[in-house]
């Protein structure tokens, strides 16, 4: 069962952001990731891709990067969302908190409390076990 917030917390994160790296992006048409990404996408945000697998390549028109640390700092990054699995995130989170993001966005099912500690300890605002691609139309924020 996804995590409980405030909608007002969602909906303040959602519009707020404007650029998203998303750590676990897949070139992939049929994973999560890559469908997320796409309505993301056509929901008006950037995203940056992030898999080391992938590096160097362009995915849904934009560069992918091998981690957190090599996108450019000219790409202010406001939410950093997780498509991984949960023993990932407090490197993940460390990687976060270095490139300043104001978001931590854990994926469906991936949890890791002691992470989410750290990263709001560090100003982070943190969501973990939701997804943005169900939020969004739920809180009535879909556009065309």
């Not at 917030?5 to 048409?29: E, N």
Request: with cysteine; aromatic share 6%.
């Amino acid at each position: 069962m996804a995590q409980h917030y405030d909608d007002s917390y969602l909906r303040d994160i959602l519009t707020t952001v404007k650029t998203i790296a998303m750590v676990g992006a897949s070139p992939k048409p049929h994973r999560a990731s890559h469908r997320v990404m796409a309505y993301l996408q056509h929901q008006g945000y950037r995203v940056i891709p992030v898999n080391p697998g992938c590096r160097g390549e362009q995915l849904l028109g934009e560069r992918v990067y091998a981690k957190l640390d090599d996108i450019p700092d000219t790409l202010s990054i406001d939410m950093v969302d997780v498509f991984r699995r949960s023993d990932a995130v407090p490197e993940i989170a460390e990687a976060a908190i270095r490139i300043r993001a104001k978001v931590l966005w854990l994926q469906l099912g991936v949890i890791h409390a002691q992470a989410a500690r750290h990263a709001k300890d560090y100003g982070l605002e943190v969501v973990m076990d939701r997804c943005p691609k169900i939020d969004i139309p739920r809180l009535g924020m879909e556009s065309n």
